[in-house]
């Protein structure tokens, strides 16, 4: 029985599960005890019935994106969250789940880290937020970081590395492409529910656990390991699957994810025609999604040309960029070391927290100069383990970085825990194959 379980664990079926779940639950707001039980049980299964601990990705991430806490009605605002939590009730679960993790991570660690380069660079942005909310502004951002690069150590410390190519990564691969459907259905029903059909209102897409650019930088990220998947198998499933996260994309109304998208497409086009081997099957899928777009264009014409003419009254406006980022640069000035730290403000009595929505003005008008040298150390130790041996794998991780950190330039990304995990993520894989992991042969 407790192989037939694990081997279920270990299938595409539990992850398809996993993100139907999540659907509903994000669907008809099921409450959110139940939802934590669940994760604690199947944290639980897993613990002690696998011996890896790549069954946890798709249980992390139906908790992250079934809004849980139901975000979507406290947008920023700080109170109108923590009101909802049973904190008892949360403390508790959580201190089970940690027990789980910790006999999980005694009993299946599987490598001896010689040293991470990437984890470093993690620990380092974590102490540059841990030093700006103690001496600036008492945030407590620190504490997502730092849970972040636990994360990080904690799956590439308790992956199978002998398995990584032929198992692991296969795995991880499908379940971020069944994140990224999950997302792009969730824009479809929110169109559906909240979108004025009669065009007197205007709308933007709201998922509840972040605002559509959330949902687009995601989308970024996930797209091209997406099209990775489809390299590996060639199954329809995976070309239908990109169709529809560039559909999402484009719903999202999110002017630099559209204005992305050519770099994405582009990129893709490039890795899967120099890494196919067969020419002729990629040329005729290309035209296969040249022409879903236009048979798209033709059977939706009106209401496609209603979402341009809603990104186009915009125009390039600055949507109060400008004004965030000049505000960004006095917060630095003020203070050059540590920066202002996050930008938090009141409202009505309420607390509300903000972005400067700039990778650089967030980055120096929250940190300071000690936050700039972490970033920057980060962002070229990254690329430089992307680019080390230039896998398959890596070439289409790159696509995915470099699309998301353009669109990041002007908006928030790496202050976004959505974001984030998504991206801790892929970095734990990215240095799963450069050669600084040994694997322990006594487990």
């Known amino acids: 029985m407790r192989k037939g379980i694990k081997q279920f664990l270990n299938s595409e079926a539990f992850i398809i599960l996993m993100m139907l779940y999540t659907f509903v639950n994000w669907i008809f707001d099921i409450d959110y005890h139940i939802t934590l039980v669940i994760a604690t049980l199947l944290i639980g299964i897993i613990t002690f019935t696998c011996t ?8 992390i991430f139906s908790l992250v994106f079934c809004d849980i806490f139901n975000f979507n009605r406290n947008v920023h605002n700080v109170s109108g969250i923590l009101e909802k939590v049973d904190f008892k009730f949360v403390i508790a679960l959580g201190i089970i789940n940690i027990l789980f993790l ?25 102490i540059s937020f841990f030093l700006t909310d103690i001496f600036v502004k008492p945030a407590y951002n620190f504490v997502l970081i730092g849970l972040l690069t636990i994360v990080f150590y904690f799956f590439r410390q308790t992956t199978n590395y002998l398995s990584f190519k032929s198992d692991v990564l296969p795995y991880f691969s499908k379940t971020i492409f069944f994140v990224g459907i999950l997302i792009s259905f969730q824009l479809v029903a929110d169109y559906a529910i909240n979108y004025d059909f009669s065009g007197t209102s205007s709308f933007y897409p709201a998922l509840g656990w972040g605002v559509s650019n959330n949902a687009s930088l995601i989308l970024l990220l996930i797209i091209p390991i997406a099209a990775y998947c489809l390299f590996l198998e060639q199954r329809a499933i995976y070309l239908v699957g990109i169709l529809i996260m560039l559909c999402g994309n ?8 559209v204005l992305v998208m050519p770099v994405l497409i582009t990129g893709l086009i490039i890795n899967n025609y120099r890494k196919y081997s067969n020419r002729k099957q990629f040329i005729c899928g ?26 186009i009254e915009d125009g390039v406006s600055d949507s109060g960029r400008f004004e965030l980022w000049k505000k960004a640069w006095e917060q630095f000035i003020n203070s050059p070391l540590l920066g202002g ?87 734990a894989t990215v240095e799963y194959s450069s050669g600084y992991i040994t694997y322990n042969h006594n487990d």
């Open 250 to 257: 484009i719903i999202t109304l999110s002017r630099g994810g």
């Open 102 to 126: 910790l006999y999980f991570y005694i009993r299946q660690k599987q490598m001896i880290v010689k040293h991470s380069l990437i984890g470093l660079t993690l620990v380092g942005l974590t």
């Open 286 to 311: 290309l035209f296969i999604v040249l022409s879903f777009f236009a048979i798209l264009g033709i059977l939706f014409s009106s209401e496609i040309s209603r979402i341009l003419s809603l990104l």
């Open 341 to 427: 730290g996050t930008v938090l403000f009141p409202v009505n009595g309420v607390i509300w927290q903000g972005w400067f929505h700039s990778t650089f003005f967030d980055i120096i008008g929250q940190l300071g100069i000690v936050g700039l040298i972490a970033f920057i150390t980060h962002f070229t130790i990254k690329y430089l383990q992307v680019l080390r041996d230039r896998s398959v794998y890596k070439w289409f991780v790159l696509v995915g970085f470099i699309s998301s950190g353009l669109y990041a330039l002007i908006d928030v990304a790496y202050f976004n825990f959505n974001f984030l995990l998504v991206y801790v993520i892929i970095l």
């Open 52 to 59: 890896d601990s790549k069954a946890l990705l798709p249980v």
